[in-house]
Each structure stands twice: as structure tokens, then as C-alpha cells.
């Protein structure tokens, strides 16, 4: 499959493909046999964040277990390496970049949220411009998706002032000049927590601008991505795939459902594995609609 035109038909078709974590590599098994058995088409991704502080151990590591289980279902993705990380501080991201393409990744995401718009266009198009001369297709990110870092305000209070929500003038200028294939955008949304003393706390439901969602959509022209896809408000994010999100990122909930049955079960890494599979499909088929997805991307 070519990553770049999965995308573009998902959108076509008003269908959205989803992008697992896998912040512990025992998840990548029973996640790409959950979509292999919905006959669905889905991306699984490692964070820097969850080789950092959570128990992906390295790109590599995560990307040589992804080897051992992709199906003609599933496609690997580098989510967030950011230029300025949860904890503000500078990332060489440019190294990483380069690592994921040798280790096969099929798509990669610079994050350059929180640069000034400038910045964030020149870092994009220069990580765009590699990642394209390696063939695969780069995301970026306008606008703040709060939730990774150590003090988030209230989800209410980001919701009612539209605190971080990524500018339609914004947009309308980072589409064109960063070269970008997909966009994640703030609309809403929110991370689920990575900081350890809150990562197991249940997420609020996070509610979308549907409308804004629409506008981002038309003046940008490509599609849309949005993270922090655990816990999201079931008819605001059907809407929302309406109106021009093509892919979702989804984290928290997995690796929630992973950890509360390793700890259930005593460290039973095969009790978890299985209680992630059935969340997997559970996800697949009962939120997103997304079962055999193939057969529509075929077509
Ligand atoms: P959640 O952990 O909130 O599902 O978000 C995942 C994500 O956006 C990873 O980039």
C-alpha cells in the first residue's frame, strides 16, 4: 500500500484511518492482528515520547517488532518528534527523521507546535523535503494539542476560550508553504496525559468544532489529522471525519486497556495481549465504522 494514497482515499471517501500506539512493543501484535481480522487498513506508531518515558525502548526496537507482525492491513508510522518537546526542551529532530527512514518507517510527523509560525513552516519543509526524497509522506502540527505536558489547564476552560486552536489564516499559509501532506490541527482535542503521576487517570471526553473542522478542511486542501483520538465524543468525531479528519490517532485508551490487564493478570503478558485485541477490534468496529475498510481503499 502507498501511505500517501491511503490517506488521500480515506478522505475521499469520507472514512478516516486510525494510528495505534504502541508505547510497550508487546502491543504491536495483538493491535495489527485486530486489524488484519476487521479487514481494516490502520497505521501503528511509536512517539518519541513513548521510547523516552513509557516502554517502547527505540524507534528501532519498535519498528523491528512491527516487522514481525504487519499484515498487507497495517502501515508504520513515526508519530511526534517534536522540535521542542513536553518538557521544553530542543530535540535534534533532524537525526531522528533520518533513523526512521533507515529503519523503514512509511510516514514520519515533525512536530513544530511550539515554534512561532515561521519556524514551524521552515522546520516542516525541511523535514517535508527529506521524508518526500525517501518517498514517504510527513505531518506536522498547528496549533497547540495540550495534553502531553506536566500542567494542562482545565478541558473545559480549553474548550469555551479555544485556547491553542490552530488559525484558519494559519493554516491557509502553513499548507502552502511547508509542503506538508497531512495536517494535525488543534479543534478540541487533547492528549491523554504521559506524565506519570497522571497517565492512568480516566480523560475527559473531549468535544470537536465541528465547523472549524469544515474551514480548516477547504482552506488547507489536504487532509486533516487529529491527535489525541482516545475518549473523544462519539458523534462529534463522526461528524468530525466528515468533515475532512482522514486519520486518528489513538493512544491512551489501548495502552490503558494493555496496562489494567498486565496488572489484572500478574504480569501475564498474553492475558493483555488479548484484552487489547478485543479493545482493538472493539474500537474498530463499534466507533469508527472502519470494518473492511479495505475493500473500500481497493476499489
Ligand atoms: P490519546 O493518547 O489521547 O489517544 O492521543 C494519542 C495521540 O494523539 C498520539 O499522537
Redesign the pocket.
Known sequence: MNTKEVVLKALALKKCIPAF?VPHTPMVKPIAEAIRDENSVAMIQV?RVEWEKMGAISMERSAEEYAKYANAHTLLHL??IPVIDEDFKRVDYLSLIERAIRAGFQSVMIDGSRLPLEENIAVTAEVAARAHAAGIPCEAELGAVM?HEAEVPPYEEIFAKKMGFTKLDEATRFAKESGCDWLSVAVGNI??AVAEAVRNQK?PEAKLDVAHIADLSRVTGIPLVL????GVNHQCLLDAIGAGIAKI?????LRQTYEAALAASNGDIEAARDALYRRTRDYIHNYLYNGDLMDAISK
Request: hydrophobic share 10%; aromatic share 0%.
Open positions: 500506539n512517539a508519530d511526534h495534553g492528549h491523554g480523560k491527535h489525541g483520538g482516545s490517532n489513538v493512544g491512551t485508551e
